[in-house]
């Protein structure tokens, strides 16, 4: 058992998309204001809103390392996916997998220079609670992928994981501040195509953080991660 990583990140965002007309009738009076999507406006941690049935957004993901203390290496791996809300609380995702690997003269690890297409993904979203509705949001998200490329290494490899991540929000302040809570669940099952040599491994974390809104549509915030590996 060893920690990954234990991080603490200041973002500041600008919430396109997230941004609708929102008209509701409280006490025979009518107000209007902007409501806040809290899906993306955390960072790492994701919030619980999934839009609105139809809704339908286009993302790219991209995650690098670098490095050149022993060697030179560069790696960087981009999820390109398609996101549906078909009914009501459900969100699906499909996604494919492109990577980069330039690596030369570090240890333990081959030299390689090569654009790939790793695997496939597909996250299910569920929402549970709706915090325009409940004290708080609150929504079970699924990601399993296949992998034919490491990540870290870009050794070909047959690999199986999957995310699981609950994920709790809630409004503090109407419009103003928004506070976020996950708790990761991360399995994974590899081989390598090129010793035979097979590896089971899972990962438990925790994400807490909280965003602003200082302006219309910008938001500033804080986060903290805490990551094992077992």
């Known amino acids: 058992m060893k920690t990954i990583a234990i991080a603490t990140i200041l ?71 398609f996101k549906y809300v078909p009914l009501p609380g459900v969100l699906i995702s499909p996604g494919l997998l492109l990577s980069y690997h330039g690596i030369s003269g570090v240890p333990g690890l081959d030299d390689r220079q090569q654009i790939a297409f790793p695997g496939l993904s597909f996250e299910v979203k569920y929402q549970l609670l709706d915090r325009n509705h409940a004290p708080f949001g609150l929504t079970l998200f699924a990601q399993p992928r296949w992998t034919r490329i490491d990540e870290a290494s870009g050794e070909r490899v047959r690999e199986f994981s999957s995310e699981f991540t609950l994920a709790l929000d809630k409004e503090i302040l109407p419009q103003r501040l928004f506070g976020a809570i996950n708790l990761i669940y991360e ?31 910008v938001l500033i915030g804080a986060e903290t991660r805490y990551l094992r590996a077992h």
């Open 11 to 81: 973002l500041a965002t600008t919430a396109v998309g997230a941004l609708a007309d929102d008209d509701d009738d409280r006490g025979g009076r009518k107000q209007s204001g902007l409501k806040v999507d809290t899906e993306h406006i955390f960072g790492f941690t994701e919030g619980a809103d999934i839009g609105d049935v139809g809704d339908k957004e286009f993302e790219k993901e991209t995650s690098a390392g670098f490095g050149k203390r022993m060697g030179l290496y560069a790696a960087s791996s981009t999820l390109l996916d």
């Open 187 to 217: 399995p994974e099952i590899s081989r390598s195509h090129e010793t035979g040599e097979q590896e089971r491994g899972s990962g438990l974390g925790v994400s807490a953080a909280l965003a602003a809104q200082i302006l219309p549509g």
